[in-house]
T-cell receptor, first 112, second 115 residues
């Protein structure tokens, strides 16, 4: 039982490049989230999904897109990476918004 | 809109001393409150949560928190800390009543436990 798996774990991008971060969960949860973690700012919600085929914007959605084509996967895309997107990205899932959230191990992204 | 304020960015404390990490929230509706812990290079893990009922909530590793509705606070406490408690702690709030499904996190408090 892997729980929540994020790939890749590390990545370095050049400004303007694109990439996709994958979050996969085997917990059969409806809700999935993408957060970014920056020093002194805690976790900020980028986008979230309340079920297969649905997505919604969080606190800091600009520069990111997401898709939830399958219940178990939640993809985060950066179309044209910027240095301001250098961060640690975490995926999380839960059964309901008021239940425990389970987190992946994080993806450390550096944009140069 | 809901928000979470963690009043201390860093808390140094000696081993076996008590500790309190402070959290205040704002929300116009009833809320669900959480404390998570993050060890270096790892994701977050749930310490404890308040949904309803008793205002004193006990969690893992000897931590507890008290929900105070009048002061809109949810402070985390431990009577005697260990070196292994050194980590970053996040307070979080979720408002399920309004149809919002978001969990909002505070900026985090780094707990340093010294020998």
């Amino acid at each position: 039982n892997a729980g929540v798996t994020q790939t890749p774990k590390f990545r370095v991008l050049k400004t303007g490049q694109s990439m996709t971060l994958l979050c996969a969960q085997d917990m059969n949860h409806e809700y999935m989230y993408w957060y970014r973690q920056d020093p002194g700012m805690g976790l900020r919600l980028i986008h979230y999904s309340v079920g297969e085929g649905t997505t919604a914007k969080g606190e800091v959605p600009d520069g990111y897109n997401v898709s939830r084509l399958k219940k178990q996967n939640f993809l985060l895309g950066l179309e044209s990476a910027a240095p301001s997107q250098t961060s640690v990205y975490f995926c999380a899932t839960n059964l309901q918004s008021y239940t425990e959230a389970f987190f992946g191990q994080g993806t450390r992204l550096t944009v140069v | 809109a809901q928000s979470v304020t963690q009043l201390d960015s860093q808390v140094p404390v000696f081993e076996e001393a008590p500790v309190e990490l402070r959290c205040n929230y704002s929300s116009s509706v009833s809320v669900y409150l959480f404390w998570y812990v993050q060890y270096p290079n790892q994701g977050l893990q749930l310490l404890l949560k308040y949904l309803s009922g008793s205002t004193l909530v006990k969690g893992i590793n000897g931590f507890e928190a008290e929900f105070n509705k009048s002061q809109t606070s949810f402070h985390l406490r431990k009577p005697s800390v260990h070196i292994s408690d050194t980590a970053e702690y996040f307070c979080a709030v979720s408002d399920g009543d309004t149809g919002g499904f978001k969990t909002i996190f505070g900026a985090g408090t780094r707990l340093f436990v010294k020998a």
